[in-house]
């Protein structure tokens, strides 16, 4: 069974940085494309980024526009961990984050989210 | 990037069927065949109930069926019961390779 745990969420001020972490088990995770996704509280679901396999081309990551150039999404296959780098962290940033692996172009397992809560 | 179209809200009564529809544009639901949909219970992580369009996860009751029609994605839930009401969110790869979520519909089982 696949198994996704992410981590890293807490309360940072507004401008502020934090770097989520996803350790997956129970899947060939250097093979797996994954997804950072997040919730605003009362919210629907938003797509934030997406890593290849590899993650090593400007061309296998992909980003939501309103985090483009704040936030950076990597990976590190021999951790079985996805990251997600958050800088100059926004009000407008808090949400539920959960991580997902990618099946052909679905997310078919989930996390079960870590929350950021920007404020000051 | 914008979100795909979904009603906020649908009702059924149970054993009724219901249809969400998911409206996108060429350059997502109606250009390729990577819409999926997901149930979300409050306070829980999403579930993938419908990828590809139309294809069933292997656990997933066959109440839940998919289809698409230019760029009008739809979920059905046939014999409606308790246990679906939930909120529901369609989903779809983009021309940008990016992808993007519906606004969501809270299913209500009257």
């Known amino acids: 069974e696949v198994q996704l745990v992410e981590s890293g969420g807490g309360l940072v001020q507004p401008g502020g940085s934090l770097r989520l972490s996803c350790a997956v088990s129970?899947?060939?995770?250097?093979?797996?494309?994954m997804h950072w996704v997040r919730q605003a509280p009362g919210k629907g679901l938003v797509w934030v980024s997406h890593?290849?396999?590899?993650?090593?081309?400007?061309?296998?990551?992909s980003y939501v526009d309103s985090v483009k150039g704040r936030f950076t999404i990597s990976r590190d296959n021999a951790k079985n961990t996805v990251y997600l780098q958050m800088n100059s962290l926004r009000v407008d940033d808090t949400a539920v984050y959960f991580c997902?692996?990618?099946?052909?172009?679905?997310?078919?397992?989930w996390g079960q989210g870590t929350l950021v809560t920007v404020s000051s | 990037q914008s979100a795909l179209t979904q009603p906020a809200s649908v009702s059924g009564s149970p054993g009724q069927s219901i249809t969400i529809s998911c409206t996108g544009t060429?350059?997502?639901?109606?250009?390729?065949?990577?819409v999926s949909w997901y149930q979300q219970h409050p306070g829980r992580a999403p579930k993938l109930m419908i990828r590809e369009v139309s294809n069933r996860p292997s656990g997933v009751s066959n109440r839940f069926s998919g289809s698409k029609s230019d760029n009008t994605a739809s979920l059905t839930i046939s014999g409606l019961q308790a246990e679906d009401e939930a909120d529901y969110y369609c989903y779809s790869y983009t021309s940008s390779n990016t992808w993007v979520f519906g606004g969501g519909t809270k299913l209500t089982v009257l």
């Open positions: 060429s350059s997502d639901v109606g250009g390729y065949n990577y």
């Open positions: 129970g899947s060939t995770f250097s093979n797996d494309w």
């Open positions: 890593i290849r396999s590899d993650g090593s081309d400007r061309s296998d990551i």
């Open positions: 997902a692996r990618d099946r052909h172009y679905a997310s078919d397992s």
